[in-house]
């Protein structure tokens, strides 16, 4: 894994990995089919080793899958689907 800095995560469009699969964390600085001021505010929040951490909802993830419109995004949105069927 190479050098995280600070301004790897101000730059649009960017994704730092963190970790090896499957355990590796994306963090991404951008989505598809949804603004920003939109995601932060469904935003779901946890605090995580006393960091605050905002994570996209999913309901808005399902949205930017949706956006991307990949074979393996639209079989992603299929599965969570279904599983919100099963809560």
């Given at each position: 894994m190479?050098h995280?800095a600070?301004?790897?995560?101000?730059?649009?469009?960017?994704?730092?990995?963190i970790?090896?699969a499957?355990?590796?964390?994306?963090?991404?600085?951008s989505?598809?089919?949804?603004t920003?001021?939109?995601a932060?505010?469904?935003?779901?929040?946890r605090?995580?080793?006393g960091?605050t951490?905002?994570?996209?909802?999913?309901?808005?993830?399902?949205?930017?899958?949706?956006?991307?419109?990949?074979?393996?995004?639209?079989?992603?949105?299929?599965?969570?689907?279904?599983?919100?069927?099963?809560?």
């Amino acid at each position: 894994m190479g050098h995280i800095a600070a301004g790897d995560f101000s730059k649009a469009d960017s994704v730092v990995q963190i970790g090896v699969a499957p355990r590796r964390v994306d963090i991404i600085t951008s989505v598809s089919g949804l603004t920003f001021d939109e995601a932060r505010q469904a935003a779901i929040v946890r605090e995580i080793e006393g960091v605050t951490v905002p994570i996209l909802s999913v309901s808005d993830l399902i949205r930017n899958k949706l956006a991307i419109g990949r074979p393996k995004d639209i079989a992603d949105v299929e599965l969570l689907k279904r599983n919100l069927k099963n809560l």
